[in-house]
């Protein structure tokens, strides 16, 4: 496969439609000393899984109370 670092795009195609580097992304990265987790796509971060599910939702009352 070849991996574009800089378009960050792989012929696999598994990286541009999921956001997460492929293995042969991050064998290409590892011989650069760069972190995949540094490559991905925002929305697939910790900090966006975070910040989605920081709020909380109450539940409703019962209506058969």
């Known amino acids: ?13 598994f990286w541009m439609l999921t956001g997460i580097s492929c293995v042969h ?5 590892a011989r650069v000393n ?5 490559f991905c796509h925002p929305l697939v971060t910790m ?4 910040k ?3 709020h909380h939702i109450n539940p409703l ?5």
């Open 1 to 13: 496969m070849v991996v574009y670092l800089g378009k960050k795009l792989c012929t696999c195609q």
């Open 25 to 29: 992304a991050c064998a290409a990265l």
């Open 34 to 38: 760069k972190r995949p987790e540094d």
């Open 47 to 50: 900090e966006s899984y975070k």
């Open 52 to 54: 989605t599910y920081e």
């Open 61 to 65: 009352p019962s209506q058969f109370q």
